[in-house]
């Protein structure tokens, strides 16, 4: 079965299958992984990298997707490619004689999942190729928001509603509305967020549900979870800013954009 996600960003990590260079690996960005393996496989004249081009065949074993724009996709990948130079992974071991590219390399993302600022965000570990799948050593298990699943993803724009698709019109209150945190007016849908489950009546400011969730942890930025102020249910953040973007769907598929606010948080 292949799971659909919509708003997708990926970092990834092939495995050369091909016996003159098996064993290499590469790690790259991408918003489509299907349409990625195929240029990848097809050499630089279909897209792929250079450093791939003329090696393969390629297998794309493992992805970690949910990040909430290309930005922060690519800096995790930046860093996955140099733990050494990235200051947030200096605690990272260096790679041993014994250890295989692979290996090494999955120790490294296994450390970037537990440290800031990768520890916070709605991602989801992925295994596209069960074959290669390595247990998760105890201490380096990933936060409990971020699952671990298996299966292929394929890539999905997130659908435009609109008059005429032959879906069912929802009531949408009308702006401006009163924030359930701070009891001032919420001036227009885009500084708006809503309680996903069915039964809830919440409006809030963006930036006032996130200093709510952040209360215990003031020193944090991005929060992961807390009760609705509402209904009163334990919800991820993660979800709720996917829910805002029109793209709530099962756990896995975690995405959508933080950046317009969490430079507000600062203020």
């Given at each position: 079965?292949?799971?659909?996600?919509?708003?997708?960003?990926?970092?990834?990590?092939?495995?050369?299958?091909?016996?003159k260079y098996k064993g290499r690996i590469y790690i790259g960005f991408t918003v489509n992984p299907e349409r990625r393996i195929q240029q990848?496989?097809?050499?630089?004249?279909?897209?792929?990298?250079?450093?791939?081009?003329?090696?393969?065949?390629?297998?794309?074993?493992?992805?970690?997707?949910?990040?909430?724009?290309?930005?922060a996709a690519l800096r995790f990948e930046w860093a996955w490619q140099h733990p050494h130079v990235s200051r947030r992974l200096t605690h990272v071991p260096r790679k041993?004689?014994?250890?295989?590219?692979?290996?090494?390399?999955l120790m490294v993302l296994y450390h970037m999942l537990r440290v800031a600022p990768w520890n916070r965000l709605p991602l989801t570990l992925r295994w596209l190729r069960q074959e290669y799948h390595r247990e998760l050593p105890p201490?380096?298990?990933?936060?409990?928001?971020?699952?671990?699943?298996?299966?292929?993803v394929r890539a999905r724009p997130i659908a435009k509603k609109g008059k005429g698709q032959g879906e069912e019109k929802t009531e949408q209150q009308p702006f401006p509305q009163r924030c359930r945190v701070?009891?001032?007016?919420?001036?227009?849908?885009?500084?708006?967020?809503?309680?996903?489950?069915?039964?809830?009546?919440l409006t809030t400011h963006i930036i006032c549900l996130a200093k709510l969730f952040l209360l215990n942890?003031?020193?944090?930025?991005?929060?992961?979870?807390?009760?609705?102020?509402?209904?009163?249910?334990?919800?991820?953040?993660?979800?709720?800013?996917r829910h805002k973007k029109g793209c709530y769907g099962d756990l896995e598929e975690v995405s959508n954009s933080q950046a317009h606010w969490v430079d507000e948080l600062h203020s």
């Open positions: 079965m292949v799971v659909e996600v919509e708003g997708f960003y990926g970092v990834y990590m092939l495995y050369c299958t091909n016996p990848h496989n097809g050499g630089k004249h279909k897209g792929g990298a250079w450093k791939t081009s003329g090696r393969g065949p390629w297998d794309m074993v493992l992805i970690v997707h949910g990040f909430p724009n290309d930005i041993t004689k014994k250890q295989s590219s692979f290996d090494f390399h201490l380096l298990q990933p936060p409990l928001h971020m699952p671990l699943a298996f299966g292929q701070c009891y001032e007016m919420v001036q227009s849908e885009d500084d708006a967020l809503h309680c996903f489950h069915p039964s809830c009546s942890q003031p020193q944090q930025l991005i929060p992961v979870e807390g009760l609705c102020p509402s209904c009163g249910n334990s919800v991820l953040w993660g979800d709720l800013i």
